[in-house]
């Protein structure tokens, strides 16, 4: 089971999340992006990927 971390404004602080829980997203300059729900605090979270989280997603 892979992890990726993004940062919780709300909570200020970095959440960890399972890879089946996030979302992968296209931006409108093709850039990649990923998109979770904090699982503490309910509030959406969104990360543009690096290439090293990418290829954990895909």
């Known amino acids: 089971m892979a992890m990726i971390k993004f940062y919780s404004l709300k909570s200020k ?3 960890w999340v399972d ?3 996030v979302t ?5 300059n093709g ?3 990923a998109e979770a729900v904090d699982p503490e605090t309910g509030t959406k979270l969104f ?3 690096s290439k090293e989280d990418l290829a954990l997603l895909q």
């Open 13 to 15: 602080k970095d959440v």
């Open 19 to 21: 890879t089946s829980k």
């Open 24 to 28: 992968l997203k296209t931006m409108k």
């Open 31 to 33: 850039r990649k992006a």
């Open 47 to 49: 990360k543009f990927l």
